[in-house]
């Protein structure tokens, strides 16, 4: 059987990297290797690795991979399949040039309609270079234990990078230039009106309630500015009752909450499939008519929450977190299971692991030297160092195995894809 070089682009640390493990994974038990590469690895391990196959999940890369990796397959495994309207895959597509659809060689789709869209409007598509997969991310859910907590915390998942930029720059600065779109500057503004109104729902919660909480930082924020402005507004009374989480995982962080207070935002997927209560601050932050103007979604998600209009009225809710049942939404199931196959019992990483590899078996590659895996791994410690020297805060976005404590859910996942698999056979 061929063995062949895999490498996965992990565009976001806290968002890509789990679902990118499992993946990773499930190809080394079947022999193959595998990196997976932040985008400051990412380069030199096409350079010197040379990989088979490189796995993206941003459509705007593909024309430029074919140009630095031309023998190499590329692969779309998209971040985000799952949209609606002018930004679904086929319309973004349509953005760009005619190119980026033509080097990608294999494409895998979260669901039916992005699929058949994306045939209609590129004829020359071959449907064998297809596949649909469903969202990877939602095999964290379906192959590891529900918990039903009872901890007495309450999370906090943000939605405030505009404010609060990965790499520790001023974005705010730059995004409220006039030059920018109107829809960055409200993006701006939402992120103000919600920040400010999360800090003092969190202070109230703290002086009135003997409840802990549990802030997760968006992906694209800086978790180093949370303990370095937050927690010191808090340590002195609360320093106990409130923590910073930084795991690789937002499901195993929502198993250690008994609710969440949040934003609109699309950590409301997993929590509404973990059975958790979901309280939006939209109302209260005056932000939902905003979210509403330019997120279709937004007005299916707010339907998930309950949507209290104060913060008297929200703290009214958490001292009773434990009597209070989960909305049900039979519209956000509807569009879960129609845009990302969540309810499909079928892994979608192992789905996309066993289509990548019939189709790798079927092409002709030429041997090439390359350095191997230790020595590539090597190289790119070296490169994580001197990245976080030059920029403490480089590694919110930029994964690095040495670094990112490996997440606990990780090996539970991938035995039970693989039991679940067996059983099938």
Known sequence: MSRFRILIRAFTARRDVMHSLILAKLLEKDGHKVIVASIRQFEFAVKFWKPHAIIFNVQGLSKYLKKISPDSVRILVPGEGGELGKFSLAQVWKRLSEEH?????LFFFWN????????RIFPFIKKNSTCLAGNPKFDVIKSSKKILTNTNKIGFPTRFN?????????????????QRYEFTHFLTYAAMYGFHCMMKIIEQILINTELK????????????????YVLPEFEKDFKNRIEIDNSLCVVQWLNQVDAIVTPTTTSIYEAYMLDKIIISIDKIAKISKFNNTYNKLSSTLEESCIMPTSIKELLSLVKNIKKIKRKKCKKLEKYLSEYH???EKQSSNLIISKK??????????KAKLHFPKALVNLGDKYLFYREMRKNKYHWNNNYHYGFHEKPKLLDEIVINIERNNNKKV
């Open 101 to 105: 659809v033509t080097s990608t060689d």
């Open 112 to 119: 039916k309609k992005s699929l058949d869209e994306s045939l």
């Open 213 to 228: 909480i549990s802030i997760r930082p968006h992906p694209l924020e800086s978790v180093d500015s949370y303990y370095e």
């Open 341 to 343: 196959m969540a309810f």
């Open 356 to 365: 990548i590899q019939d189709y790798l078996k079927k092409q002709k590659f």
């Open 162 to 178: 505009s404010i609060n930029y990965h790499d520790g720059q001023n974005y705010s600065f730059r995004s409220l230039m006039p």
